[in-house]
């Protein structure tokens, strides 16, 4: 019972901030994953300035922008370690593989799902997908590093 109240959310908690030190890592190695992150950043900031310097008020905006930012860090770095982490507790999956695995092909849904497969994806598209895969993989590793190797308690002694 203690490892469902202070384990796994801290667990989860720490490979979430690995998620996002991995996803500055993915910047700085892809380009096409440095300018989805910096070159939306600058454009969000430019679009903003611009609207207060014409005298609207940038706010509806800019709760608007950091709503689908804050929707988006949910999709990729929160959700897929949860859910994973929750799925390993209940089918006792003790894999590092598997955990790393299923995170990461869970945080790479998000842009296969934006694209629901109408076309194939172009090479910047893919960079991106294979980052946020990469990225999700690792946070599943930093999870399964803390918790998930014990994951589902321990099995009974075989006689």
């Given at each position: 019972?203690?490892?469902?109240?202070?384990?796994?959310?801290?667990?989860?908690?720490?490979?979430m901030?690995?998620?996002?030190?991995?996803?500055?890592?993915?910047?700085?190695?892809?380009?096409?994953?440095?300018?989805?992150?910096?070159?939306?950043?600058?454009?969000?900031?430019?679009?903003?300035?611009?609207?207060?310097?014409?005298?609207?008020?940038?706010g509806?905006?800019?709760?608007?922008?950091?709503?689908?930012?804050?929707?988006?860090?949910?999709?990729?770095?929160?959700?897929?370690?949860?859910?994973?982490?929750?799925?390993?507790?209940?089918?006792?999956?003790?894999?590092?593989?598997?955990?790393?695995?299923?995170?990461?092909?869970?945080?790479?849904?998000?842009?296969?799902?934006?694209?629901?497969?109408?076309?194939?994806?172009?090479?910047?598209?893919?960079?991106?997908?294979?980052?946020?895969?990469?990225?999700?993989?690792?946070?599943?590793?930093?999870?399964?590093?803390?918790?998930?190797?014990?994951?589902?308690?321990?099995?009974?002694?075989?006689?």
């Open positions: 019972m203690l490892r469902w109240i202070v384990l796994i959310p801290f667990a989860c908690l720490v490979a901030g690995a998620g996002v030190f991995f996803l500055g890592v993915a910047s700085f190695a892809s380009p096409a994953v440095a300018m989805l992150i910096g070159g939306g950043i600058e454009r969000l900031v430019d679009i903003l300035f611009g609207l207060a310097e014409s005298g609207v008020d940038p509806p905006a800019a709760q608007a922008a950091f709503a689908l930012i804050a929707r988006l860090g949910l999709a990729i770095i929160v959700a897929p370690v949860v859910l994973v982490a929750v799925g390993s507790e209940l089918f006792r999956l003790r894999s590092g593989l598997l955990q790393s695995g299923f995170t990461g092909l869970l945080a790479a849904l998000l842009p296969l799902a934006m694209l629901r497969l109408s076309r194939a994806p172009s090479t910047a598209e893919i960079q991106i997908i294979s980052g946020l895969f990469l990225v999700g993989a690792a946070t599943g590793f930093v999870y399964w590093l803390i918790a998930g190797r014990g994951a589902g308690g321990e099995r009974p002694a075989q006689a």
